[in-house]
C-alpha cells in the first residue's frame, strides 16, 4: 500500500469504510507530515490543537459513516469560513476573526464526514497568483521552495503536492485553481458557474467571476469531491444542478475535438519553454486518438482584457468597498486591493453595461466554437513559478506588464463567461525545470465529461507525475 500521506483520498476512503485503519490513524499519519514538511512549505495556517484533532477523528471511529469522506482530514482555503477557526483572507485586519459558522460548501464536506484541521494559506483577499501575504507570510513551491506556488490556492496546491492533504478546496476568480495547479503538479478544476453555489449574502445577481471548486492528485478525486461540493442550492439564483460527475468517471473518453488556442495569435507572451511543453502534451493527445486542430484567436484579446478588468474591479470594489471608506482600515490593504477598490468605484454604469455586453459576445463566439471542438486548450500560466520575493512579474520576454496581473491574462477566456476548466499537469521545464499545465475548457454543463478527458489524461501520462517534490 501507498505512504498513507500519498494515497489517493477515494482508496483512503475505501480503507476506513473497511475498517483497514481508522480515523484516529490517518489523523496521527497527516499531523506527522505536516509536522515534517510544512515548517518548510508553510501550506497550512491555523492548524487545530494537536489534542482536538485526535479527539476528532477518535470520535469519527465511532460514529456511523456520513459519507465518502468519513474522516479524512481536510485543511480549507483561509477565504472560507470553517466553525471555530480563523478566517483572516491573509489581512491584518481579520486576523482575530474567528468563522461562528460554516460556509455552505464547507458544511456540505463536513456532511460528508470530512474532518476540518486548519486552514490553506492564500494571498491577501485572494488577490494575485502568488500566495504571499502579512499574516502568515508566503507559501513556498514544493519543487523549489525558492519559488512561488501560485495562488489565490496556492497553500492548497502545496499542501496536496507534499502529501499533507488528499484532497482541497480552492477558489477562482483569475485562475487560481488552475495556476496553483499547474505549479505544483496536481489537478485544480474551476467547475460550470453555479454548480459548487458561493454564500447566499450580498449581491447574488451582478458578480459572476468567481466561483469555488476542487483541487486534488487525480482527476477521481477531483469528480467524487466536486460532487460533494456541488448542488442546488434554492437561496442562489444562479444555482444549478447536473447529473454526478464520479459515476461517469473511465479512461474509455469517445473521440476528442480539441482546439489548441496556442498564443491567442500573438496576444499572450509565454516564458521560454511552455509552449514546448504544450507541444508535447497535444502529440500525447492526439497518440490517444484526440483530433487536435490549432486554431486562430476566435475573439479579440483585448477587448476580453478591458471586459474582464472592468467587472473584475467592479465585484472586487463591492466586496471590500466598506473597508476601504475607513482611513484606518485602508492603510493596511494592499496595493493591488487599492487598485482594484479605486477603479472600481470609478466605473460608471454604462462601462459596466459595455464589459457585459463584451462578455455577452465573446460567450456566444465561444459557443459556436463548441460546436465544433469538445474542449478548448491553452497553458495554465505564462511563466513558471516565480521567485518568492517577487510580488508579480513585472514583465515577460521583454514585454512589460502593464498591470499587477496582466501575467495572467491566459486564464480569463474561460472565466469570463463562466466555463469549466481543468488543469492538466503536463511536466517541468523552463530554466529551473519546474512544473506546468494546460488548461481543458468545456461548454457550459460539460463538467463530468472534462473530468473523463482528465481522466484518460491521467492514466496515460504517469511520467508526468513520477518526479516528487523536494519533501
Given at each position: 500500500?501507498?505512504?498513507?500521506?500519498?494515497?489517493?483520498?477515494?482508496?483512503?476512503?475505501?480503507?476506513?469504510?473497511?475498517?483497514?485503519?481508522?480515523?484516529?490513524?490517518?489523523?496521527?499519519?497527516?499531523?506527522?507530515?505536516?509536522?515534517?514538511?510544512?515548517?518548510?512549505?508553510?501550506a497550512?495556517?491555523?492548524?487545530?490543537?494537536?489534542?482536538?484533532?485526535?479527539?476528532?477523528?477518535?470520535?469519527?471511529?465511532l460514529?456511523?459513516?456520513?459519507?465518502?469522506?468519513h474522516?479524512?482530514?481536510i485543511?480549507?482555503?483561509?477565504?472560507?469560513?470553517?466553525?471555530?477557526?480563523?478566517?483572516?483572507?491573509?489581512?491584518?485586519?481579520?486576523?482575530?476573526?474567528?468563522?461562528?459558522?460554516?460556509?455552505?460548501?464547507?458544511?456540505?464536506?463536513?456532511?460528508?464526514?470530512?474532518?476540518v484541521?486548519?486552514?490553506?494559506n492564500?494571498?491577501?483577499?485572494?488577490?494575485g497568483?502568488?500566495?504571499?501575504?502579512?499574516?502568515?507570510?508566503?507559501?513556498?513551491?514544493?519543487?523549489?521552495v525558492?519559488?512561488?506556488?501560485?495562488?489565490?490556492?496556492?497553500?492548497?496546491?502545496?499542501?496536496?503536492?507534499?502529501g499533507m492533504?488528499?484532497?482541497?478546496?480552492?477558489?477562482?476568480?483569475?485562475?487560481?485553481?488552475?495556476?496553483?495547479?499547474?505549479?505544483?503538479?496536481?489537478?485544480?478544476?474551476?467547475?460550470?458557474?453555479?454548480?459548487?453555489?458561493?454564500?447566499?449574502?450580498?449581491?447574488?445577481?451582478?458578480?459572476?467571476?468567481?466561483?469555488?471548486g476542487?483541487?486534488?492528485?487525480?482527476?477521481?478525486?477531483?469528480?467524487?469531491?466536486?460532487?460533494?461540493?456541488?448542488?442546488?442550492?434554492?437561496?442562489?439564483?444562479l444555482?444549478?444542478?447536473?447529473?454526478?460527475?464520479?459515476?461517469?468517471?473511465?479512461?474509455?473518453?469517445?473521440?476528442?475535438?480539441?482546439?489548441?488556442?496556442?498564443?491567442?495569435?500573438?496576444a499572450?507572451?509565454?516564458?521560454?519553454?511552455?509552449?514546448?511543453?504544450?507541444?508535447?502534451a497535444?502529440?500525447?493527445?492526439?497518440?490517444?486518438?484526440?483530433?487536435?486542430?490549432?486554431?486562430?484567436?476566435p475573439?479579440?484579446?483585448?477587448?476580453?482584457?478591458?471586459?474582464?478588468?472592468?467587472?473584475?474591479?467592479?465585484?472586487?470594489?463591492?466586496?471590500?468597498?466598506?473597508?476601504?471608506?475607513?482611513?484606518?482600515?485602508?492603510?493596511?490593504?494592499?496595493?493591488?486591493?487599492?487598485?482594484?477598490?479605486?477603479?472600481?468605484?470609478?466605473?460608471?454604469?454604462?462601462?459596466?453595461?459595455?464589459?457585459?455586453?463584451?462578455?455577452?459576445?465573446?460567450?456566444?463566439?465561444a459557443?459556436?466554437?463548441?460546436?465544433?471542438?469538445?474542449?478548448?486548450?491553452?497553458?495554465?500560466?505564462?511563466?513558471?513559478?516565480?521567485?518568492?520575493?517577487?510580488?508579480?512579474?513585472?514583465?515577460?520576454?521583454?514585454?512589460?506588464?502593464?498591470?499587477?496581473?496582466?501575467?495572467?491574462?491566459?486564464?480569463?477566456?474561460?472565466?469570463?463567461?463562466?466555463?469549466?476548466?481543468?488543469?492538466?499537469?503536463?511536466?517541468?521545464g523552463?530554466?529551473?525545470?519546474?512544473?506546468?499545465?494546460?488548461?481543458?475548457?468545456?461548454?457550459?454543463?460539460?463538467?463530468?465529461?472534462?473530468?473523463?478527458?482528465?481522466?484518460?489524461?491521467?492514466?496515460?501520462?504517469?511520467?508526468?507525475?513520477?518526479?516528487q517534490?523536494?519533501?
Amino acid at each position: 500500500m501507498t505512504e498513507l500521506h500519498y494515497e489517493t483520498a477515494l482508496n483512503l476512503s475505501s480503507l476506513l469504510q473497511r475498517r483497514e485503519i481508522s480515523a484516529l490513524e490517518l489523523m496521527r499519519a497527516t499531523l506527522a507530515r505536516i509536522d515534517a514538511v510544512n515548517g518548510s512549505i508553510n501550506a497550512i495556517v491555523s492548524l487545530g490543537e494537536t489534542d482536538d484533532l485526535l479527539a476528532l477523528a477518535s470520535a469519527a471511529d465511532l460514529q456511523p459513516r456520513k459519507g465518502w469522506l468519513h474522516g479524512i482530514p481536510i485543511a480549507i482555503k483561509d477565504l472560507a469560513n470553517a466553525s471555530g477557526y480563523p478566517t483572516t483572507m491573509g489581512s491584518p485586519l481579520f486576523v482575530d476573526t474567528v468563522a461562528a459558522t460554516d460556509d455552505i460548501m464547507v458544511r456540505r464536506l463536513k456532511d460528508a464526514g470530512a474532518l476540518v484541521i486548519g486552514k490553506t494559506n492564500t494571498p491577501e483577499f485572494g488577490l494575485g497568483s502568488h500566495t504571499f501575504n502579512p499574516v502568515f507570510g508566503a507559501t513556498k513551491n514544493p519543487y523549489d521552495v525558492t519559488k512561488s506556488a501560485g495562488g489565490s490556492s496556492g497553500g492548497a496546491g502545496a499542501a496536496l503536492a507534499t502529501g499533507m492533504v488528499s484532497i482541497a478546496d480552492g477558489s477562482d476568480m483569475m485562475g487560481s485553481l488552475r495556476n496553483p495547479a499547474a505549479w505544483n503538479n496536481v489537478y485544480g478544476m474551476r467547475p460550470s458557474f453555479g454548480l459548487v453555489p458561493s454564500e447566499p449574502s450580498g449581491d447574488l445577481f451582478l458578480h459572476q467571476l468567481a466561483t469555488n471548486g476542487p483541487m486534488a492528485r487525480n482527476p477521481s478525486d477531483l469528480a467524487a469531491l466536486l460532487d460533494t461540493m456541488s448542488g442546488y442550492d434554492p437561496r442562489h439564483p444562479l444555482s444549478v444542478t447536473q447529473a454526478p460527475a464520479y459515476p461517469e468517471i473511465s479512461d474509455n473518453v469517445e473521440p476528442v475535438r480539441v482546439g489548441w488556442l496556442d498564443d491567442w495569435s500573438g496576444a499572450f507572451q509565454y516564458e521560454v519553454g511552455i509552449k514546448g511543453l504544450a507541444q508535447g502534451a497535444l502529440k500525447q493527445m492526439s497518440e490517444l486518438g484526440w483530433d487536435v486542430t490549432s486554431l486562430a484567436a476566435p475573439f479579440s484579446a483585448e477587448q476580453i482584457w478591458e471586459s474582464w478588468i472592468t467587472l473584475r474591479s467592479f465585484s472586487i470594489s463591492m466586496g471590500l468597498r466598506e473597508i476601504y471608506d475607513e482611513p484606518s482600515k485602508r492603510v493596511k490593504l494592499k496595493s493591488a486591493a487599492i487598485y482594484e477598490i479605486e477603479r472600481g468605484i470609478g466605473l460608471r454604469a454604462l462601462e459596466v453595461h459595455k464589459a457585459s455586453e463584451i462578455r455577452s459576445a465573446w460567450f456566444r463566439k465561444a459557443a459556436e466554437l463548441f460546436e465544433t471542438f469538445d474542449v478548448l486548450v491553452l497553458p495554465s500560466a505564462q511563466v513558471f513559478p516565480f521567485e518568492l520575493n517577487l510580488e508579480h512579474p513585472l514583465e515577460i520576454n521583454g514585454q512589460a506588464m502593464d498591470t499587477y496581473h496582466r501575467w495572467m491574462e491566459v486564464v480569463i477566456a474561460a472565466g469570463l463567461i463562466g466555463l469549466p476548466t481543468i488543469n492538466v499537469p503536463i511536466g517541468f521545464g523552463g530554466a529551473n525545470d519546474l512544473p506546468m499545465g494546460l488548461q481543458l475548457i468545456g461548454k457550459r454543463g460539460s463538467d463530468a465529461r472534462l473530468l473523463r478527458m482528465a481522466r484518460a489524461w491521467h492514466s496515460a501520462t504517469n511520467e508526468n507525475r513520477e518526479r516528487q517534490p523536494l519533501f
